[in-house]
């Protein structure tokens, strides 16, 4: 395969390449291996990033609600800005929507959302499982009291 060299080299020639093979019908000049693979990883980015959004999500509501006396504009925007991304990558991509109920997803995004909180506060008194809801977690009139 011509391609495969320059996979390992330079993705971004490579996949121009792929992408000119695929338009122009050369199928047989494919890097099928490589190309499934990408595929793949344009799936697991979308589910990195919803993961990613949780978490910073989780833990900015996580200090709303266990430091009151500290909360902020700041912290409102990043929670409507996670929010809105959340419903974005949703609404775009549907599949995703079952990663929100999915109670081991959950709890991995509730457990780097805690090293997140506990990091930026200094508390550790956080519930040890996610308390809320997830319909709670993404409404945008909802906050933790």
Same mark, same amino acid.
């Given at each position: 395969?011509s391609? &495969? %060299?320059?996979? /390992?080299?330079?993705?971004? %020639? =490579? @996949?121009?390449?792929?992408? *000119?093979?695929?338009? @122009?019908?050369?199928? !047989?000049?494919?890097?099928?291996?490589?190309? @499934?693979?990408?595929?793949?990883?344009?799936?697991?980015?979308?589910?990195? /990033?919803? %993961?990613?959004?949780? +978490?910073v999500?989780?833990? $900015?509501?996580?200090?709303?609600?266990?430091q009151? /006396?500290? *909360?902020? *504009?700041?912290? /409102?925007?990043?929670?409507?800005?996670?929010? !809105?991304?959340? %419903?974005?990558?949703?609404?775009r &991509?549907? &599949?995703?929507?079952?990663?929100? $109920?999915?109670?081991? =997803?959950? *709890?991995? +995004?509730?457990?780097? @959302?805690?090293?997140?909180?506990? !990091?930026?506060t200094?508390?550790?008194?956080?519930? $040890?499982d996610? #308390?809320? #809801?997830?319909? !709670?977690?993404?409404?945008?009139? =909802?906050?933790?009291?």
């Open positions: 395969m391609t &495969t %060299a320059s996979y /390992e080299h330079d993705v971004i %020639a =490579w @996949a121009n390449e792929q992408a *000119r093979l695929l338009r @122009a019908g050369q199928f !047989d000049r494919l890097d099928i291996e490589h190309l @499934a693979e990408e595929i793949e990883d344009v799936g697991m980015s979308e589910q990195r /990033e919803l %993961a990613s959004r949780m +978490a999500l989780l833990a $900015h509501l996580l200090k709303w609600q266990f009151p /006396e500290r *909360r902020t *504009r700041s912290w /409102e925007a990043t929670i409507r800005v996670q929010r !809105d991304g959340i %419903a974005h990558r949703v609404e &991509t549907p &599949t995703l929507k079952h990663s929100l $109920h999915d109670p081991d =997803w959950l *709890r991995d +995004a509730w457990t780097d @959302a805690l090293a997140k909180a506990i !990091d930026e200094g508390l550790s008194e956080f519930p $040890h996610c #308390p809320w #809801p997830v319909g !709670d977690i993404l409404d945008p009139g =909802w906050m933790p009291q």
